[in-house]
């Protein structure tokens, strides 16, 4: 079903969604950049159109939405152990689509890595009804179009947004007595982006051997990373998790158990007790990630899990570029170029 | 040769160790200013003077080896610095063609601030126009500077007033990962006012300064800055032959308005103290004269103080003094 | 829906606490968990933390777990009297395949802690020796006041050719000292074919001893390891096990040491 409405239209139909969706968006925090005087784009609730933030990517992406930071498993009291009600709301979340396809690899691993599905995953992820952001231009960092993750079929409505309107491509039929009452009929499909300005080519992973895991590229990210874990948290695709025991009452009889995001590319990420590590320089560390990203899941469920979202680039400190690094270990890997460019 | 001393230094320019030649001195609030005054400046130099500037500790400019009877001239030359770095900000001068109206108080300095550094709590420059407006032109001699943040780069601590820019961290407890970059960067680099307990960040509020250095190093967005921007006010830090010190906290956790209005204050105070059979006197050694309680009493008049905000009970200014502590052992032989 | 959390812990009570070394605990809890050799358990107190524990024997009724001091978890763990309850999810991982050991010669050379998770194949052979061609088992601590199962050693010993050794012995050890590849060389080993080795210790143990049966012709495939990671969820979600595309938890934590050679951590 293709829409054109007029944006009062559509915030009208926001509005009226709003009694049965929390809708989030890519929204302005004020002052809550980390600098002083400076926004941070995140995820949020949104009101109304006008609230989207079109012009600038979001530092964080949406998957706090469904997974969230830190997420409550149950809790304690002395004798009993309750697991916390689902949240009623069903979610509305504009995105892109390389986030779509960002949340179809957290997908992968709460419902289909392993024997069991995530109960916690599942029952917010069930709720949440995409609508995409066309999105034919991208950013400076972005690379989807190279981690074939620049276009989705998978979204409840697709949206153009035009200065006065927006087009609407309704997929969902759940929706449609929302939409049917306003604009008129016009069939839009949405256009995805055909060209990053970043691109990347990534080595064939059966000829990524284990000669690549002790190669000196990794030693410049030794010296480089200062394992802050900013790629790791604002990445869609990072899915990694620690459980943490607390108390609530200073005699520890009531309390929770709750799972926070952990990153690979921090200390203690493969402590054990007693604190023995598995990778101490964030060179291996950084190697760990970028295989995960370009490599091992793709051995496993056929496809990468790096959506190409540039986030890791715009939020490095150490302005350590991720599709640098693919694009070096491909020139390794494939044409055999050992130099440090 | 004629000329009157008093009335040349109160003009901005210099008496100098060369018979018959002065120094222009150029104040630049904040030490930000466009380049294109930078031409004025040039033309000057190479025309009246040695070809050569001197950029001062204070910020601003001073070009050396002029003629005395060149002044109007050179006042008529420094017009548009006079307007765009001084009338612009609201300074009120009668006559922008005839040079700097007074010296006393000297340049307020500012570090770059948020324009560009990280760290930066704030807009320093905007803050250095503020005050300047307030307090120039006026002859006490009273030295400002104010600096983004505790890291001090301006040396807040060795002026009359200091204005340090700090923050109050806000952490969203549902954002926090556990990571403790904060708490170990807290530890290491600042005041270990944090600590992490039952895997959440705990503050010490009296040890926090309002760095905001954990806000920098979280990942996630759990530490952010206040929305209210808060001030900690160091005084009466100075060099000088009597008795250098470094300045000590006055004020902690007021805004931006009582800091103004604080300063401003204190010229009421000089006037009113100031012994008035010396040619001038630095207010820090007024404050000396009075004592502490004096200065406060005089320098808080009709200041709305905020709950958080915190008034030094009292100041041991400490530094040394040259005539108590001159006396050194001579190397053994 | 929370039927199926696999996160929610059962509790089970304490029936019997053994005191293995200064630091090392033998827990026996009462549950109906039927484990493979080799499996280990998600253990928690609540509200003080969950932790991967490897089992170390089982019957009708009950398994065991020697669990080590080392943190704040077991700490608290080790405080804990009959009669508590520790909470368990699991078991999981894929554990040993003690079918394909059968009818062979199976050497076993544990270090340390790492004799817990091989403990119930030993229990296992022991109680069936006949399943077996022959027997060695090779254990090695750093010092005498570090050897677990004592008593259950020296029963072993009546129906297995034991080699136990200290890294370093004090006045009263008599018996072997140097380090568990030194005993190597020391194995009989008649026929490749029909022989499986099981070396479960410390990363640096698992690879120099590895390297001394590779030394003997045994072939890599007839080597197994067992990998200690720290695994948050147990279940393939929380990717601190994450090896390359393998999942310790899942794929593992047994290897056979074609697989275990690749893992590179």
């Given at each position: 079903m293709g829409y054109q409405l007029l944006n009062k239209d559509f915030n009208d139909i926001l509005n009226q969604l709003k009694s049965e969706y929390k809708i989030y968006g890519p929204k302005r925090f004020e002052n809550k950049g980390r600098f002083s005087d400076t926004d941070v784009i995140g995820y949020g609730e949104i009101d109304k159109l006008e609230d989207i933030v079109l012009d600038e990517k979001t530092y964080f992406s949406p998957k706090e939405i469904i997974y969230p930071i830190r997420q409550t498993l149950f809790y304690f009291t002395e004798d009993e152990v309750k697991v916390p009600d689902a949240p009623e709301d069903k979610v509305i979340v504009f995105l892109r689509p390389c986030d779509i396809n960002g949340i179809k690899r957290l997908d992968t691993i709460f419902l289909e890595n392993g024997p069991y599905k995530d109960v916690y995953y599942e029952r917010l992820r069930e709720k949440v009804k995409f609508f995409m952001i066309e999105c034919t231009e991208g950013f400076d960092s972005c690379f989807c179009v190279s981690m074939n993750s620049n276009k989705t079929h998978d979204y409840a409505v697709a949206i153009r947004f035009n200065e006065e309107n927006v087009l609407i491509d309704l997929k969902d039929r759940d929706l449609l007595e929302y939409f049917e009452n306003y604009g008129k009929a016009e069939e839009f499909t949405p256009e995805y982006i055909k060209e990053n300005k970043a691109k990347v080519s990534i080595p064939y992973p059966e000829k990524v051997t284990n000669e690549m895991f002790e190669h000196e590229v990794w030693q410049e990210y030794t010296r480089r990373c200062i394992g802050c874990g900013r790629c790791n948290t604002s990445c869609i695709t990072c899915s990694c998790f620690t459980m943490q025991d607390v108390y609530y009452d200073a005699n520890k009889k009531v309390g929770e158990r709750r799972r926070v995001w952990a990153s690979c590319q921090i200390d203690v990420f493969t402590n054990m007790a007693g604190g023995h590590g598995f990778r101490e320089k964030q060179g291996q560390r950084m190697r760990f990630k970028t295989m995960h990203k370009i490599n091992d899941f793709y051995k496993r469920f056929g496809f990468h899990m790096c959506v190409g979202c540039g986030r890791c680039d715009d939020v490095c400190p150490e302005y350590i570029s991720f599709s640098k690094c693919i694009n070096k270990l491909y020139s390794i890997v494939e044409e055999g170029n050992n130099d440090e460019k | 040769m004629s000329i009157d001393v008093k009335k040349v230094k109160k003009n901005a320019f210099r008496i100098t160790k060369q018979r018959g030649k002065t120094a222009l001195r150029i104040r630049v609030p904040g030490g930000h200013l466009e380049v294109k005054y930078f031409d004025i400046i040039k033309e000057i130099a190479e025309k009246y003077g040695d070809g050569t500037v001197h950029i001062t500790i204070r910020q601003g400019f001073e070009v050396p080896g002029i003629d005395f009877d060149k002044m109007p001239e050179i006042n008529r030359m420094i017009k548009p610095i006079i307007e765009g770095l001084e009338l612009d900000i609201g300074v009120n001068i009668d006559d922008p063609e005839a040079g700097y109206p007074a010296a006393g108080t000297r340049n307020v300095s500012g570090c770059i601030g948020n324009k560009v550094c990280p760290f930066a709590n704030y807009n320093t420059t905007d803050l250095t126009r503020k005050i300047e407006k307030e307090i120039f032109p006026n002859d006490y001699h009273v030295k400002i500077a104010v600096t983004g943040c505790p890291n001090d780069c301006i040396k807040a601590h060795m002026q009359d007033f200091g204005v340090i820019g700090i923050t109050e961290p806000q952490y969203d407890e549902g954002r926090c990962i556990s990571c403790q970059a904060c708490v170990k960067n807290c530890r290491k680099r600042v005041t270990g006012a944090l600590k992490f307990e039952n895997y959440t960040v705990v503050k010490d509020e009296d040890r926090c300064i309002g760095c905001g250095e954990c806000v920098l190093k979280c990942p996630t967005g759990a530490m952010t800055r206040s929305k209210e921007k808060y001030y900690r006010l160091v005084i009466m830090g100075r060099t000088g032959k009597k008795n250098p010190r470094i300045a000590r906290t006055f004020l902690n956790w007021v805004d931006e308005e009582t800091v103004i209005k604080v300063i401003k204050n204190c010229y009421d105070y000089i006037d009113e103290y100031i012994d008035k059979s010396l040619g001038k006197e630095h207010v820090g050694y007024i404050v000396d004269r009075t004592g502490y309680n004096v200065f406060k009493e005089a320098v808080l008049k009709d200041v709305k103080l905020r709950t958080k905000a915190k008034i030094a009970d009292y100041i041991d200014f400490g530094g040394y003094m040259y005539e108590r502590n001159r006396f050194f052992s001579e190397v053994s032989r | 829906m929370m039927k199926n959390n696999p996160y929610l812990p059962v509790s089970a009570p304490i029936t019997k606490i053994t005191k293995e070394t200064d630091i090392d605990y033998t827990f026996r809890l009462a549950c109906d968990i039927k484990p493979q050799n080799g499996q280990f358990l998600e253990v928690s107190i609540p509200r003080v933390g969950e932790a991967p524990i490897s089992i170390s024997d089982f019957g009708d009724g009950y398994i065991d777990m020697t669990i080590r001091r080392v943190g704040k978890l077991t700490n608290d763990i080790h405080e804990l009297k009959v009669g508590d309850k520790l909470f368990i999810r699991g078991p999981y991982g894929n554990g040993f395949p003690l079918e394909q050991y059968k009818g062979k010669h199976l050497i076993i050379a544990a270090g340390g802690t790492g004799l817990a998770p091989v403990k119930s194949i030993i229990n296992y052979f022991y109680k069936?020796?006949?399943?077996?061609?022959r027997f060695d088992l090779l254990i090695g601590f750093k010092s005498p006041k570090d050897v677990l199962f004592e008593d259950e050693i020296n029963k072993w010993k009546e129906k297995i050719n034991v080699t136990l050794t200290v890294d370093k012995g004090d006045e009263n050890w008599e018996g072997n000292t140097g380090l568990i590849t030194k005993y190597v060389p020391d194995i009989k080993i008649d026929n490749m074919k029909d022989t499986e080795v099981i070396i479960v210790g410390p990363p640096i143990m698992m690879k120099f001893t590895s390297m001394e049966f590779l030394k003997l012709n045994v072939p890599e495939k007839k080597i197994w390891v067992s990998f200690e990671r720290k695994m948050s969820c147990g279940i393939g979600k929380c990717g601190h096990c994450k090896i390359d595309e393998t999942y310790v938890c899942l794929e593992g934590p047994v290897f056979n040491y074609t697989k275990a050679k690749d893992l590179i951590d």
């Open positions: - | - | 069936n020796i006949d399943e077996l061609k």
